[in-house]
């Protein structure tokens, strides 16, 4: 434990020395509170209960330096990165740091603001320090501590009011090999004022093999009326580990869309919590894991109802393959005065291999009386009455195997808004998942076929 | 060459004995109906020939058009004509009715060393044959038999069949839970389906279905074994006396 310890602290020390001595601006000054907090508490271990199930020593041991700007990768390795041309604005982060020569303002209005946050606060000061660090806990959670003590750039994101962005804001973060394991802390920020509405996708991939260590948070205050359409795609190789923080403040009367799909990371932690601050929120909070190997992808979620009249509805789905472990746990809390609370939670968890794991902790913590909650979560294997009945029509086992995973996991993608990162999500299950093939290759067909029948009847 | 051959079956679900012996010969072109009191083994038939897992053979023997129908997969006796329809049909949520008949019909097709069918050509082919079975096409968009009634569910079934057209169906209880009009659907949908290739086991309780569909032979069976075969009346009379005294 001691080693532990020592080492997790050597690295991070290193990485604080590096930082102080090359970049300062509007928003080193808050770094010294992260810092403080995280000192006080070390990585988190198995004993938190948060972390019960997620062991951070990969982390601790993983020796990793804090990346620096400057590296600009060729545009042939970003370019397979695109949502097909419907972005309104690409945002490339490289080892976590903002790379304006592969990123470009598309079709993005010129009132929207989009770009890096450490420029934003020099160039809009005011709208920054109003909502920097808000809403992430660092008192209560390590890593956001440490992002916090490492604070030094990320996107930012702020829409007017009133203003409905068409396409989504794509964020890439890539990570490549240096000649150590890097660590990148960015920090994302996203203001959508009254009445706004935006669709932000934050992109993890890899353009190298090598472990990485990113620890995201993204803040974003969803003012009165606004529309949050918020993506998690994690894509990167099954070296990387990944902690993101998704924190979210609902005004009144606003919408979060929220949708994770992890498929690539070592270990993954993926926090959302979300406040519904204001009366008559929508959180519709949806998440796909699929793991092979040994990855290790942890789902933890907070929904706070903290005014009445509020719906949120949660479903996390994973499928889980070889010795691959999913985590969700997911808290509820609905405080005192928020009558009319309607929540729903759902954990399922399908398990292809005998040595997968799934844990599920949901939980509700419910102070008012007038409100209405449920939870669940199942997990199980594949129906065998279902596989003899796609077999005793003659479709082989391993297609009736594939077709079985990609129904289960097709709820979660089909509801996502946009076409091309459907796809990609449906070619990604394949690739990893390879008895699904036969299916992702008739499932658009098939789809084209159900609309000529909508059309017939 | 019989269509199928039942040897000297012996068959056990869960380290139970059901099956004790049965012979059965089906001839293309025949329709035969095994009717018995619950429990003489009617469903545990129905799910050996059709190849399920959790059916153990454990002597005997089924030839079906000369080949040994027991050393075959239940995907590989499926593409070589043997239906099933369910006396519970599954219900298979996220699959569209679409993408699993589409998936069976070129399953079959592949494995006769046919064409596969383009989504025109499926979509033509699942028109034809709604008609026959009084089926809404609306239904083929839903998830496979995910919140369908008892009727549609097994409606759904003789769709597939008619589908599918296979060589030999077994009819599993298919008349069960049916009004009388839905009753007539499915058998209007078997009768359009016989042919002298094709033949039909129609398993039920109740002679009622057999006024729809006229069996050519009708066999009674008890703890496990036939034990009375013969013409269409032969319902008639099970359902005047009951089983007791044809056992005895």
């Known amino acids: 434990m001691n080693v532990t310890l020592t080492t997790n602290a050597d690295q991070f020390e290193r990485a604080r020395e590096q930082l102080a001595r090359t970049a300062a601006g509007p928003l080193a000054a808050r770094r010294e509170t992260g810092w403080e907090q995280f000192r006080a508490t070390g990585l988190p271990t198995r004993r938190d209960e948060e972390w019960r199930f997620t062991s951070t020593a990969p982390i601790a ?42 990123s470009r303002r598309l079709t993005l209005p010129d009132k929207v603001l989009a770009g890096n946050l450490a420029d934003a606060a020099v160039s809009h000061p005011q709208l920054v320090s109003e909502h920097l660090d808000r809403h ?29 962005v068409e396409g989504p804001i794509h964020l ?30 934050e992109h993890y991939v890899s353009l190298h093999e090598g472990p990485a260590f990113s620890n995201v948070v993204t803040e974003a205050v969803v003012g009165p009326g606004a529309r949050l359409n918020h993506y998690v795609l994690e894509r990167e190789n099954e070296q990387a580990i990944n902690i993101e923080t998704l924190a979210v403040r609902q005004e009144r009367d606003s919408c979060l869309d929220s949708h994770t799909a992890l498929f690539g990371g070592r270990l993954v932690r993926n926090n959302i919590h979300v406040t519904l601050a204001g009366e008559g929120c929508d959180s519709l909070i949806n998440g796909l894991y699929v793991g092979h190997g040994e990855q290790h992808l942890d789902n933890h979620m907070r929904v706070v109802h903290a005014a009445p009249n509020c719906h949120s509805r949660q479903l996390y789905k994973g499928i889980l393959d070889e010795q691959s472990h999913g985590i969700f746990s997911g808290r509820i809390v609905v405080e005192e005065g928020a009558q009319k609370t309607d929540a729903v939670q759902t954990n399922r968890n399908l398990l292809l291999s005998d040595s997968a794991k799934a844990n599920a902790k949901p ?9 209405k909650c449920t939870h669940g979560a199942t997990t199980g294997q594949l129906d065998p009455d279902a596989l ?28 996502m808004s946009v076409p091309s990162i459907r796809r ?34 | 060459m019989a269509l199928l ?29 095994i009717m018995g009191p619950n429990g003489s083994g009617k469903s545990t038939l129905a799910n050996v020939i059709a190849g399920h897992d959790a059916y153990e053979v454990t002597s005997g023997q089924i030839r079906y058009r000369g080949q040994d129908l027991l050393e075959m997969e239940a995907e590989e006796r499926a593409c070589a004509g043997v239906f099933l329809a369910f006396q519970y049909p599954v219900e298979i949520p996220g699959v569209s009715g679409m993408q699993f008949l589409r998936a069976a019909v070129n399953a079959r097709r592949r494995a006769a060393g046919e064409e596969e069918l383009d989504a025109a050509r499926l979509l ?45 169906a077994v009819l599993d209880e298919t008349d069960s839970g049916l009004d009388i009009d839905a009753l007539k659907i499915v058998a209007d949908g078997v009768n359009s389906m016989r042919h002298e290739d094709r033949g039909f086991l129609v398993i039920t309780h109740y002679q009622r279905l057999l006024d729809y569909i006229v069996p050519d032979f009708v066999h009674v069976l008890m703890d496990g074994r036939i034990v009375r075969s013969g013409g269409k009346d032969l319902a008639l009379e099970l359902e005047a006396g009951g089983y007791a005294p044809v056992g005895a």
């Open chain 1, 61 to 102: 041991k993983g020796d990793f330096a804090l990346a620096r700007s400057g590296e600009v990768p060729s545009e042939d390795l970003i370019r397979p990165f695109s949502f097909g041309g419907v972005s309104s604005a690409k945002l490339v982060f490289v080892n976590g740091h903002f790379c304006p020569q592969h």
């Open chain 1, 136 to 164: 992430p806990r660092s008192a209560d959670d390590p890593f956001t501590a440490l992002n916090l003590a490492f604070l030094e750039d990320g996107a930012f994101i702020h829409v007017p009011a009133g203003l409905r």
């Open chain 1, 172 to 201: 890439l973060y890539a990570s490549t090999n240096g000649s150590e394991p890097l660590m990148c802390h960015p920090r994302n920020l996203v203001v959508l004022d009254e009445g706004s509405e935006v669709m932000v996708v």
């Open chain 1, 363 to 371: 939980q509700l913590e419910i102070y008012a009386d007038d409100v």
């Open chain 1, 388 to 415: 003899f009945y796609l077999r005793q029509r003659g479709i082989d086992e391993t297609t009736a195997r594939g077709l079985l995973i990609y129904a289960f996991a097709s709820e979660n993608i089909q509801s």
């Open chain 1, 424 to 457: 990609q999500l449906l070619q990604a299950l394949v690739q990893k998942l390879p008895h699904t093939a036969m299916f992702d290759a008739t499932g658009e067909e098939a789809q084209v076929v159900e609309e000529a029948l909508g059309a017939a009847t």
């Open chain 2, 5 to 33: 051959e039942i040897i000297d079956l012996h068959a056990r679900v869960e380290g139970q004995e059901i099956l004790k012996g049965l012979d059965l010969v089906i001839e293309p072109g025949t329709v035969h109906s």
């Open chain 2, 124 to 168: 033509g082919l699942f028109r034809e044959k709604a008609e026959v079975v009084n089926i809404d096409m609306a239904l083929l968009k839903r998830a496979v038999n995910e919140g369908f009634s008892g009727g549609e569910k097994k409606r759904n079934e003789i769709f597939q069949m008619a589908v599918l057209e296979p060589t030999f």
